[in-house]
Each structure stands twice: as structure tokens, then as C-alpha cells.
């Protein structure tokens, strides 16, 4: 008897051994996951923060041309001495694959399209999507562009060679935790991966596209009410660019305008963009700053994560010592300062993305009709691997406009992609992005400043400067092309010559401003410029409030400080509130006893989106709720066509200046023609309704931050337990701390200029160095982030520089 027992515990142990150490269908082998020689315990992780100096470390790294040092501070920060640029962006390589490896590759995965290699086929449509976009076609475009210019080919190759030394460097068992916990392995870097890292900033930033919407609500309404209510200026504005600000060139005569085209419309709903993307920057001349010279200050909004979107570090060989915020997988410093200059940037979003109506002769689809005369397309065949299964072969037509996503009878992955278009994209064209951050990054003033920028495509920026002579400017800038005014707010006709792009506006017109009367400079994505600017950028940007506000705080500020740029960026008050809540409160007449409570906080209220307060969650959800009565109706309720709703800055002026307009009239009801009255207080009840569902009774549990129950969540999704979740935290969309339940302030910044140890610089990322969820400096600055907190940022002028901040020094050699 005991030798069956025994027998059947050693056939079970057998088997579950067998069981957890091999990989079933998608899933890893767990074995080795939970593994105390080779899992996820070897990822544990000794912090910097509160060690002693260390002894200095040597490694050899294959390649290097001389000597590195490497100085690390308490947060993880390398601050890096090279004594060539070769071995500078090998370093940048090899350190950032040292602390962010996974994240680097996997985003290049998803970038490229490859996710199904690694998770199964539940990725395809994804993956599917990205190749049909020419993701991976854009990138080699870039590629090529970038390898053009000796100096960005140079730290394209290096920053390869020094991921791959450190890839190579790497057994199994010292795998990122996430490797084993998906059950794969690195693969080779090479710039191709650098130039995907690149394009897929243009996909997060630059692939919006209303047209499809627009074209549908053009063929529903016409043109006379689709141009009333989607004007192309808003009413309440504060451009980037100042109005009155004199235009220093001779533009360019615009071509002539393609004729109407309504297109086939579309049946496809159709989400909105995402809100919470967007991004602050401002400069501060000396005659308003404390100091006499300028200050900087930057914050890009951008989806929360960890590992974090930035690495902070500090770059130092001969000709350059610059300090800020890198991108895991691209060489060169994004964000950031040197000795002379400080930089930022915001996304523009610009039209720089329009679809084209393909007319194919037959069903093979070998030609298409464009100035009459058949063309022929061009095929590209995608393979995609995927994990566990067959390689699916898909084949991409393309035009001369670019490729067509989705065919006749194919079903998008994203439902605002017109089906039987063909996308013609900025992202698409050859770039020499890395050029224009290698010249940033060695910047001593105005000039090269400018000059950098000549060599900036996509995805267009609002670029923000500062110098320690006392200059501030900002430039609009990427490569826009050369359009009529508001052509590409609709689909256009695939088979007119005259709706092609067929040149660019010249870098030096792009707008920009360069110390101006007012002692400021700032972008909050709001409009570029006033109509009087002679070119088309864009017909619609980001809402007004966060540029109005920052505008309204910059204009009253004198004698500024670091301080006060950094509460600037910490402002929670709301804009959207003051323009809108009086008049809704005036709509509402006679409130019932659950109104009059919730319409009392509303009034007492500051109008600032506190996280411990409960009006901003009434009011931030009833305005949803009013819009949504007001324009569901007409934009929304038929479910084979979605429309895009007007914008709240065209909402409010109707409200005000058109309260009996036939548009508050419901008009899916019968025998009843509602008024702005009624849907002010039925969408009150809704509000509250909705609430009390969802938390309660009116209560604390109310709370905005509660409320908004702000995530930074890991790159893998469902991965709450590397996660930082419901984060207390006020702001909001279109505030000018404009965090959301997902997005928010990826990186603060503030650079006071000045000269050797005058100049100052502070910032702070919701996350840390390391991707290491085993490592204390995984998250080690979400606290500091999240109170609105700035540090102090280490900037050495040479490696013998002593500090007590740094604690661990290594040496690159041979």
C-alpha cells in the first residue's frame, strides 16, 4: 500500500513537473516563472536611494572605443562622460536596455505589429492594424531618412550596438521579470526598432482623424449647417501663436481648392479621440522672472504607465553636457537642458492625415482612376507569426496617396477608418528626426535652435526654448503639407489630381514667435494661430481652457519663480466651470430635493477640481450628461452611423446665444418639444442618478479623485499588482493639470536658465528608473508626482564633480 502511495506521489509530482515547465498554447511555463533559481525572484532589486557612495564597478562592453564613466544618483539617474559620441549613444544603449529592456522591445513589438508572436492570435486585428497602417512601411521610410545624416546614422548604429552588448550580457534566468512571465525572449536590437519607437509616437500622437465623421455629417445636414456647428475657429480662443504677431515672410500662394466630395459615407460607429491626450509648455522671459533671465517649464500629457513613457539622464561628451527626459529606444535627450538652452515640446495636431476615396477598375484591384488615366497599385505582403499557430499571410494595396487600410467587406479595427480609402500620411514620409534632437541637444541658442527644427517631420510639436542670453521662443513645427484652407477636413475624391498633396510650407514659415510684448510664450495643443495666418494647419484643435488658463496666470505673473511655474503646472482650477456652471444652475428652475442638495455644492464651490471635493464629480458628469441630451438625437442615435457631436465650445455659444434653438428639441420624442430648461434638469437627474448608483449616497465616496480613480498601469493589461492604482489626485481633461482616469503629466519639468551654477532645473515622472516591478526604484517618484512635488535634478559639468546624491560610479571599458 505504501508503495502505491508512493508510486502515485512521485507519478503526480512527474507530471505537474512535466505541466509547469513547458509552454500550453499562449501560456508560459509557470514552473519557471515561480522557479527560486531562474523566475521572477531573481529580479529582486537593492535600491540607490539611501546607500552609501558604492565602490566603483568596471564592465567590459564590446565595441567602445575608450573609456565610460557612469554616476548614478539616488533616483537611478546615469549621468553619463563619454569621450566620443560613438561611445555616448552606445552607453545611452546599453544603459537604458539595462533598466528598461522589456519595455524598449515590447513597445517595438506592439509598434511593429508583432504582438501575436508573444500573446497568440487574441493580437491579430491589433497587429493586422499596424501593418495595414504602413507602420512598419513608415519606419523604414524614416529609417532611410535618418541614415542620410552621418550624425544620426552614427547614434542610430552605436545605441544598437550598446542594447545588443547588454542583451548579449543576459542568461535566461537574468531575463526582465515580464520575459518569463509571457514566456519569450529578447531578440537583437537594430535602428529599424529605434525608427518603429519613433513612428509609434506618430500613431499616439498624430493618427486622429475626424474626416469620416465629418463626410457623414456633411451628406446628412449639408454644408451650411455642417459648417455652423464644426466652425473652424472657436469662439473662445488664446492661440499658441499671439494674435497680431506679424508674419516675417512672403507666403506662398495656396493651390487651388478640390471640388466637393461628399464620399460613400460610412456605417461604421465611430469613438472620439482620446481627451486626455495633449501637453503644457511655456517660457518665461527675465523682465517677469525673478532672476532676469528665463524659465522653462513642460509637461506632456500622455497615457500613465509603468514602466514609464521617459528615462531621465545626462549626456556628456565633447561638445555636449545635456540633461533631461529620453525615450526608452530612441537615442538622444526628447525634453531637456544643457549648458546654454532649455527645450520642450507639445503635440501641434495638425491635419497632416487625409483619406482618399479609391476607385478600383475590377475586382482584382491591379489599377485605380486618378487623373484620368488607370494607375497601378503596388502590394505589400505582411507576415505575421503567431504564438501556437500558422503564419497568416495579409497583402496591402497601395496607391500613390498611401496604403488602402481596408477593403470592401473587411472590418476595421479602429471604427473611424473609412473602408475602400487610401491613407495619406505624414508619418509616411522619409524623416530625420534624430538629426534635429542631436542638434537640440547641442543647442547654444536661438539660431541653432531654429536650425535643429529644419530637420523635424512628425509628429508635429509645439517646440518651446529658452536661453541663458535671454531669448524665449516658440515654433509650430513638422513637415505640414501645402493644402487649401480646410482641405482634409472631409474625405477626398482618390481620382482628382487637385485634391493631392503636392508641396509643403517651407520650415521658416511654419508659425512662430520669438520674444514677444507679452513676456511669455505657451502651447496647450489649443489652436496654432488665428485665421489670419496665411496657411491651413488644422481646422479643429484641443479645447481652449487649459491655453486661456495658462495664459491668464502667465499675463498677471511677475517676478516668477521655479515655484511658480511648478504651481502653474499643479493648477487645478477649472475653466470649462466658470465659462458653463452659471448658466447651467440658471436653467434650472424649480429643483427637486435631491437637486436643490447637489445645485448647493455647486454654488459654494471654488470651481477647482480639488481631489477631496464633490462639485467637480457633479459637474464634470452633468455637463457630459447635457451634452450628450442636447446632441444625441440628432449625432447619435442611429446606430449605423455615428456622428461626431459639436464641440463644447460651440455647445456653450448655442446655449448662450441661441437658447431657443430647434436643436434642444429632442426630436426622437413625440408630441413633446423639449427646451434647454428641460434637458438642464432632466440631465441633473441623470447625474445624480448615476452617481448614487455607482457610490452612493451623497458622501465622501463622492470625492473627484474617487471619483476619477486615476491608474498608472503596467504595460500588460490586467496587471493590477504592478500597477498603481486609484491614485489621489485632483485635475482632469482640460484642466491644466490635466490628469485623467489614464492619462496625465508624464513628465514635469522646470529650467531656470542662467549661467554655470545659476542655471536650475527640477522634474519628476509618475514612476522611476527602473522597470523592475522588484526594484525600489520602479515607482519610487509617484508620491512626489502625485502631490505636485518637483526634484531637484542633478546636472554635473564633469565626471570629478562631487556631490553626496551620487551613489554608485561604474566604468565602461574595452
Request: overall charge neutral.
Amino acid at each position: 500500500m505504501n508503495f502505491l502511495k508512493t508510486l502515485l506521489a512521485l507519478s503526480v509530482t512527474i507530471v505537474l513537473c512535466y505541466a509547469l515547465n513547458r509552454t500550453w498554447g499562449v501560456v508560459p511555463p509557470i514552473g519557471k516563472f515561480l522557479s527560486p533559481f531562474e523566475g521572477f525572484w531573481v529580479n529582486a532589486e537593492a535600491s540607490y536611494k539611501d546607500a552609501p557612495t558604492m565602490n566603483e564597478d568596471k564592465l567590459q562592453i564590446p565595441n567602445l572605443q575608450g573609456e565610460v564613466t557612469v554616476l548614478y544618483d539616488e533616483n537611478g539617474v546615469p549621468h553619463v562622460f563619454a569621450q566620443n559620441d560613438h561611445d555616448l549613444y552606445l552607453a545611452q544603449g546599453y544603459l537604458t536596455a539595462k533598466d528598461r529592456l522589456w519595455q524598449m522591445e515590447f513597445q517595438t513589438h506592439f509598434a511593429a505589429g508583432r504582438i501575436s508572436e508573444i500573446v497568440g492570435d487574441k493580437a491579430l486585428e491589433s497587429d493586422r492594424y499596424q501593418r495595414r497602417m504602413g507602420a512598419v512601411y513608415g519606419a523604414e521610410k524614416s529609417l532611410s531618412g535618418m541614415n542620410e545624416n552621418p550624425q544620426a546614422k552614427l547614434s542610430l548604429d552605436a545605441y544598437s550596438e550598446g542594447v545588443n552588448a547588454y542583451i548579449n550580457s543576459l542568461s535566461p534566468r537574468e531575463y526582465p521579470v515580464e520575459y518569463k512571465l509571457l514566456g519569450y525572449a529578447p531578440e537583437a536590437w537594430s535602428p529599424l526598432k529605434s525608427a518603429l519607437f519613433l513612428k509609434n509616437m506618430s500613431f499616439v500622437l498624430a493618427s486622429g482623424t475626424d474626416d469620416l465623421r465629418m463626410t457623414n455629417i456633411l451628406r446628412k445636414y449639408g454644408k451650411e449647417v455642417t459648417e455652423d456647428l464644426f466652425p473652424n475657429y472657436p469662439s473662445k480662443e488664446s492661440p499658441i501663436i499671439p494674435e497680431g504677431t506679424k508674419i516675417d515672410f512672403q507666403p506662398l500662394p495656396l493651390p487651388p481648392a478640390p471640388h466637393d466630395f461628399t464620399g460613400i459615407g460610412s456605417m461604421n460607429p465611430q469613438p472620439e479621440r482620446d481627451k486626455g491626450i495633449g501637453s503644457n509648455n511655456w517660457a518665461v522671459s527675465g523682465s517677469k522672472s525673478a532672476t532676469g533671465l528665463p524659465l522653462l517649464a513642460n509637461d506632456p500629457h500622455l497615457t500613465l504607465s509603468l514602466p514609464s513613457i521617459w528615462y531621465q539622464m545626462q549626456l556628456v561628451s565633447p561638445g555636449i553636457n545635456v540633461y533631461g527626459s529620453t525615450m526608452p529606444g530612441s537615442p538622444s535627450v526628447i525634453i531637456g537642458f544643457n549648458q546654454d538652452v532649455a527645450w520642450g515640446v507639445t503635440n501641434v495636431g495638425a491635419d497632416i492625415i487625409d483619406w482618399y476615396q479609391v476607385k478600383f477598375r475590377d475586382k482584382s484591384m491591379n489599377e485605380y482612376w486618378h487623373d484620368g488615366k488607370w494607375k497601378k497599385t503596388s502590394k505589400r505582403i505582411e507576415v505575421i507569426k503567431v504564438k501556437g499557430k500558422p503564419d497568416v499571410i495579409d497583402t496591402v494595396l497601395y496607391t500613390h496617396h498611401g496604403p488602402v487600410v481596408y477593403l470592401e467587406g473587411q472590418k476595421p479595427f479602429k471604427k473611424n477608418i473609412p473602408v475602400g480609402h487610401a491613407l495619406r500620411w505624414i508619418a509616411h514620409e522619409k524623416s530625420q528626426e534624430l538629426a534635429a534632437f542631436y542638434l537640440l541637444n547641442r543647442a547654444k541658442n536661438y539660431d541653432d535652435y531654429v536650425k535643429a527644427l529644419g530637420y523635424y517631420s512628425a509628429p508635429a510639436q509645439n517646440f518651446v526654448f529658452a536661453s541663458n542670453q535671454g531669448d524665449i521662443a516658440l515654433w509650430v513645427n513638422g513637415k505640414f503639407p501645402l493644402k487649401a484652407k480646410e482641405q482634409g477636413k472631409y474625405i477626398l475624391d482618390g481620382t482628382d489630381n487637385s485634391a493631392d498633396w503636392k508641396s509643403f510650407i517651407p520650415a521658416l514659415q511654419n508659425p512662430h514667435v520669438k520674444n514677444p510684448p507679452r513676456g511669455f510664450v505657451s502651447s496647450a495643443n489649443q489652436s496654432s494661430v488665428d485665421p489670419s495666418y496665411p496657411y491651413y494647419i488644422n481646422w479643429e484643435f484641443a479645447p481652449s481652457e487649459r491655453g486661456r488658463r495658462i495664459n491668464e496666470r502667465l499675463t498677471s505673473m511677475t517676478k516668477a519663480t521655479v515655484d511658480s511655474l511648478r504651481m502653474l503646472q499643479n493648477d487645478n482650477y477649472n475653466l470649462k466651470a466658470r465659462d458653463m456652471l452659471p448658466l447651467m444652475l440658471e436653467l434650472v428652475k424649480t429643483p427637486t430635493k435631491a437637486q436643490a442638495e447637489a445645485l448647493t455644492k455647486l454654488k459654494s464651490w471654488n470651481k477647482v477640481n480639488a481631489p477631496d471635493e464633490i462639485a467637480p464629480t457633479i459637474f464634470e458628469t452633468w455637463a457630459d450628461y447635457l451634452r450628450e441630451a442636447i446632441w444625441h438625437d440628432d449625432f447619435g442615435s442611429d446606430e449605423n452611423i455615428v456622428l461626431k457631436y459639436p464641440s463644447f465650445d460651440r455647445t456653450l455659444t448655442l446655449m448662450q446665444k441661441d437658447p431657443k434653438s430647434k436643436w434642444f428639441d429632442d426630436v426622437l420624442t413625440k408630441n413633446k418639444v423639449e427646451t434647454l430648461e428641460d434637458l438642464a434638469g432632466n440631465s441633473l437627474t441623470a447625474t445624480l442618478d448615476s452617481l448614487v448608483k455607482k457610490h452612493g449616497k451623497m458622501s465622501e465616496k463622492w470625492n473627484w479623485s474617487d471619483h476619477k480613480s486615476t491608474d498608472i498601469r503596467h504595460l500588460i493589461p490586467g496587471m493590477n499588482a504592478l500597477s498603481k492604482m486609484d491614485v489621489k489626485i485632483g485635475g482632469g481633461s482640460g484642466i491644466v493639470n490635466a490628469t485623467t482616469e489614464r492619462t496625465g503629466p508624464s513628465w514635469r519639468m522646470v529650467v531656470q536658465l542662467g549661467k554655470d551654477k545659476a542655471l536650475k532645473a527640477y522634474g519628476v515622472y509618475p514612476g522611476g528608473q527602473s522597470g523592475n516591478p522588484g526594484s525600489p526604484l520602479y515607482d519610487n517618484m509617484v508620491e512626489t508626482w502625485r502631490k505636485g512635488e518637483l526634484n531637484e535634478l542633478l546636472y554635473l559639468r564633469s565626471k570629478e564633480e562631487t556631490s553626496p546624491r551620487i551613489k554608485k560610479s561604474l566604468k565602461l571599458v574595452k
